[in-house]
C-alpha cells in the first residue's frame, strides 16, 4: 500500500510540475529519473530517462 502512495504521490508531483522550465534542464530530469528508478520504480524512470537523453542532444546542437 505504501508503494501505491508512494507512486501517485509521484506522479501527481511531475504532473504539476511539468511546465516549469527546470525540467529543460538535463541535469534536473537526470536526478528525477534516478529518483524515480531507485525510490518508485523501474518502469516509471525510463521515460524520463529518454527524455533526458532527448534534452542532452538538444542541448548540444
Aim: charged share 15%.
Amino acid at each position: 500500500m505504501w508503494s501505491l502512495a508512494l507512486v501517485v504521490l509521484y506522479a501527481a508531483y511531475v504532473l504539476a510540475t511539468a511546465k516549469l522550465d527546470k525540467w529543460q534542464y538535463p541535469s534536473y530530469v537526470l536526478r528525477m529519473s534516478l529518483i524515480a528508478m531507485f525510490f518508485v520504480g523501474f518502469l516509471p524512470s525510463i521515460p524520463l530517462l529518454f527524455c533526458y537523453s532527448q534534452e542532452r542532444k538538444a542541448g548540444l546542437k
